[in-house]
């Protein structure tokens, strides 16, 4: 079933150990985690619900030398149809936190962002409400900034908690992690890219500085937002939000409606004709379908237009 000596059955009761047995799920299709809902099966789906459980896995892993994906919510990945191997760490409901201090939001890595928005508008705190409907846990909006509306994570965070894996010793051997706190300024964030993710470094919390404000207004601009988003974008269909990155000086979508792709499928896979932006699952796409379809759509665009379109969604396990 695996491919590496050392992901045996010592590794599952240490695993068992950290997060109780009911949180260890063997063969677990990715399809149940993915807004896609597409992907095969992780080898072992492990749900630690404390930052210490947390932190065991991942040392547990890294030094047993078994693999480890961390997912959210799962909303930007395309999981390969053949699974991912090793342990995928799920932090969602599980790892959802949230507390209010003054002008300061601090959640765990499970938490969706529109909760924490809603926790925020709850307490007159603003500064989430453009952020408020991405389909991401805070984790996963740290670890690619998320945006929207001219709006990103990094306006609104202050520090983010991270495991920082282990490198090797000098025999090489490999080290448990440590836990470090790192200011906005020392995360390298960008245009969806951020020190989390070129680093792998996984979250444990974040916390955002907000500005005080008005409950009602903020929830106002809150459904603002949202009506502009069921207005425009296929939330009917599941999907990875927005396929691709947007290339300096155009819009993705115009390029690909200008292409004449609306509408465009492969298989199952289908490129939205509410926005051209979103491949959707029409119903039974295989991830073999989405990247065919990536495929096609890049492939068209850099030949009527000579842009190259650079995929959003993170494509991650076996194709």
């Known amino acids: 079933m695996h ?12 695993l068992a150990m950290a997060v109780g047995e009911d949180n260890v799920t063997m063969v677990e ?8 809902q597409i992907g095969g099966p992780a080898d072992v789906l492990v749900t630690p619900e404390t930052p210490e459980a947390l932190v065991k896995v991942l040392d547990t892993c890294a030094i047993a030398g078994v693999p480890v994906t961390v997912v959210g919510n799962g909303s930007d990945l395309l999981v390969g149809d053949r699974g991912i191997r090793g342990v995928v760490v799920l932090l969602r409901e599980n790892f959802s936190g949230i507390s209010v201090e003054g002008t300061r939001v601090t959640a765990e890595a499970g938490a969706l962002l529109r909760d924490v928005a809603l926790a925020a508008a709850d307490a007159g705190l603003s500064g989430l409400e453009p952020l408020w409907g991405i389909p991401a846990t805070v984790g996963g909006a740290c670890f690619m900034n998320a945006g929207a509306y001219d709006a990103c994570t990094a306006d609104v965070l202050e520090s983010v908690t991270v495991y920082v894996p282990g490198g090797p010793d000098e025999g090489g051997a490999r080290l448990r992690g440590s836990v470090r706190t790192l200011g906005r300024d020392e995360l390298d964030m960008g245009y969806r890219k951020s ?5 792998g470094l996984v979250v444990i919390s974040a916390t955002f500085a907000l500005a005080p404000g008005n409950s009602a207004m903020i929830r106002a601009d809150m459904d603002g937002y949202q009506r502009r988003r069921e207005e425009k974008q296929p939330l009917d269909l599941p999907s990875a ?9 155009y819009f993705a979508g115009k390029l690909i409606m200008d292409a004449g792709l609306a509408g465009a499928r492969v298989g199952a896979a289908e490129v939205s004709t509410k926005h051209c932006g979103f491949v959707v699952n029409a119903g039974g796409a295989t991830a073999a379908d989405v990247r065919g379809l990536i495929a096609h759509v890049q492939d068209t665009v850099r030949e009527q237009f000579g842009v190259e379109l650079e995929p959003e969604v993170r494509m991650i396990g076996e194709f």
């Open 29 to 36: 299709p990715m399809s149940r985690h993915t807004t896609f």
């Open 195 to 199: 020190r989390v993710a070129s680093e």
């Open 3 to 14: 491919d590496y000596d050392s992901f045996n059955e010592d590794v599952i009761c240490t």
């Open 241 to 249: 939000g927005s396929t691709f990155k947007r290339p300096q000086g």
